[in-house]
């Protein structure tokens, strides 16, 4: 591959190298300088946390508990270093894989897999938390996050002349979301209307079992330029380059300077779901590679050096997980069967003339079984 592909790691921001050590950067420093050695603490353990909650989605899916589970394995680091810069009031657009995204919004983990066991679209407020619903159709939410973005600039919470009050909007998406067209789309009018929000592109290198190199000759952040956005690529597995980054990002949509776009290089240590079998389409090998470059190893190496990382610490941290473990599979296993005629709640968010109909017709629908049984 050459150095110019979309596999080349050059130009990549990094902070924190894969052994640990803190790499100098002037250009990023300043935007990384505020993260104590508490912050970094509370990084390690989102990560962790994090982690332990998708291995125990992983097995919940295994036993026939979910329908499905999408793993966010190996990419902890952009998803904490990136929800950690988020502040009020900025607004996260997420697609389907942003768990840890979604723990650095305070959103109760095990409530989230309502969607994974099919009882409902989302179990958690979309407002209270500035974290909208999953969702799973490819790409499809960056228009809905730019046209967001539009509104919070004309609404005066963008360059209001007091920095603090000004917000963003983040949205996630990964490679293989670039090559759709609403990602595209999402792209040209955020560039023409100037609009506060950050694209952040998760490469893990897979759209499913598509790998990059059969998507772009050159690495994705260069996209933006066709739409005159400026760009930035990261180590994604370096969770104190991934913040910087970001932090700067939205500081800069915020302040009326318009969008940007990450890439955060990563890899998916997982399949693409519980349903993907990725053996079929990449080598142990690289994923033993991808292993040295684990993003939570890599923090814990750096806290170690610094022996800024109690065992105290760490035994709370294990702790915490395994009850939340236990509480996650407590809480799916306790879900029962909804009445089908939930299926017509919430679709909209005032009542609906044509679902109402619907409802009605499903419901003479269920009825005439029960009808026909007691005249059997």
């Not at 190996?74 to 894989?97: H, L, M």
């Not at 236990?326 to 939930?342: N, Q």
Request: contains cysteine; hydrophobic residues 40%.
């Amino acid at each position: 591959m050459e150095a110019t592909g979309p596999l080349s790691d050059e130009g990549l921001v990094q902070l924190l190298d894969v052994d640990g050590t803190r790499v100098a950067d002037p250009d990023w420093e300043p935007y990384a300088a505020h993260l104590t050695p508490d912050a970094l603490r509370l990084a390690w353990r989102l990560m962790t946390i994090t982690r332990a909650f998708d291995a125990e989605a992983t097995s919940l899916q295994r036993q026939g508990e979910l329908g499905l589970w999408v793993s966010c394995l190996g990419q902890e680091a952009a998803q904490i270093g990136s929800g950690t810069a988020v502040r009020e009031p900025d607004y996260v657009f997420p697609s389907y894989r942003e768990h840890g995204v979604a723990l650095t919004r305070d959103i109760d983990l095990p409530q989230m897999l309502t969607l994974f066991r099919g009882l409902e679209h989302g179990s958690w407020d979309p407002v209270a938390h500035s974290f909208h619903l999953y969702t799973l159709v490819i790409g499809a939410h960056s228009l809905h996050a730019t046209g967001y973005a539009m509104a919070m600039d004309r609404d005066g919470l963008v360059a209001s002349g007091s920095p603090d009050k000004d917000g963003a909007v983040i949205c996630y998406f990964g490679d293989g979301a670039t090559s759709q067209g609403d990602v595209n789309e999402a792209l040209v009018f955020a560039s023409v209307n100037n609009a506060p929000i950050v694209f952040f592109v998760q490469n893990n290198q897979f759209a499913i079992s598509e790998p990059t190199t059969r998507q772009s000759r050159v690495p994705l952040a260069q996209r933006a330029d066709g739409f005159g956005i400026p760009r930035v690529r990261v180590d994604g597995n370096d969770v104190i380059a991934v913040h910087a980054v970001t932090q700067w990002a939205l500081r800069h949509a915020r302040a009326g300077q318009g969008p940007v776009l990450i890439e955060a290089f990563t890899y998916r240590m997982a399949s693409h779901t519980t349903s993907d079998d990725a053996t079929r389409y990449r080598t142990r090998a690289d994923e033993e590679k991808w292993r040295q470059r684990d993003p939570i190893e890599r923090l814990k190496k750096h806290l170690d050096a610094l022996g800024e990382l109690p065992q105290e610490f760490r035994d709370a941290v294990t702790a915490e997980t395994k009850a939340l473990g236990k509480r996650t599979r407590e809480t799916v296993k306790s879900w029962e069967r909804p009445a089908l005629l939930t299926m017509f709640d919430h679709v909209y968010a005032e009542p609906h003339q044509q679902v109402e109909s619907e409802r009605a017709w499903f419901d003479r629908y269920q009825q005439s079984f029960l009808d026909e049984g007691s005249h059997a």
